[in-house]
């Protein structure tokens, strides 16, 4: 982040450096973080409404609650959710019973993009995925992104489809 400042006629450029924190959102954090930060961040990547307080506290419990579901953040210094991404845990028939992974929902904020953020929580959920003994992480993307997942260990293993029921 740059922050420009005039002092008498003259005008100094400084570089902010922001701090963050990437991890798994536990349910405790229920109390700091708001419907807004989500809702900033999912209407960056879809069409979303914003939640009122209880609804989002509903929401929020519901997902938290869900044993195959796990929430990461990329929190900013002063408790700002800047970036998210989830995975929803499977446990498979085949595989000796083995445990495999879907992403979804992986966005950082637009104004936070291109400093290895979204890295930066991909390896964070790759490291849980091997922590849960999943035996793979799997995504679909639009065709813009493929570049970036594959630069993150992604390979192209099949063909993503799906039908949109709204």
């Known amino acids: 982040m740059v922050a420009v400042i005039r002092l008498n006629s003259i005008i100094i450029k400084c570089?902010?450096?922001?701090?963050?924190?990437?991890?798994?959102?536990?349910?405790?954090?229920?109390?700091?973080?708001?419907?807004?930060?989500?809702?900033?961040?999912?209407?960056?990547l879809t069409e979303c409404s914003l939640l009122e307080?209880?609804?989002?506290?509903?929401?929020?419990?519901?997902?938290?609650?869900?044993?195959?579901?796990?929430?990461?953040?990329v929190i900013t210094s002063n408790q700002k959710l800047v970036g998210l991404g989830s995975i929803y845990i499977f446990t498979k028939y085949y595989r000796n019973k083995g445990k495999s992974a879907y992403l979804e929902d992986l966005i950082i904020d637009k104004e936070h993009r291109h400093r290895g953020l979204g890295k930066k929580i991909i390896e964070k959920i790759i490291h849980k995925c091997k922590e849960?003994?999943?035996?793979?992480?799997?995504?679909?993307?639009?065709?813009?992104?493929?570049q970036f997942y594959n630069s993150t260990g992604f390979k192209n293993k099949v063909i993503g489809m799906d039908i949109r029921f709204q």
Not at 55 to 63: L, P
Not at 132 to 146: S, T
């Open 132 to 146: 849960l003994h999943c035996y793979k992480l799997q995504l679909n993307c639009i065709p813009e992104l493929k």
């Open 15 to 44: 570089i902010l450096f922001i701090m963050y924190d990437i991890r798994e959102i536990r349910q405790s954090e229920c109390s700091w973080l708001k419907s807004i930060f989500f809702y900033t961040l999912y209407s960056q």
């Open 53 to 73: 307080k209880n609804e989002f506290e509903d929401w929020f419990n519901t997902v938290q609650n869900n044993p195959c579901f796990k929430l990461f953040g």
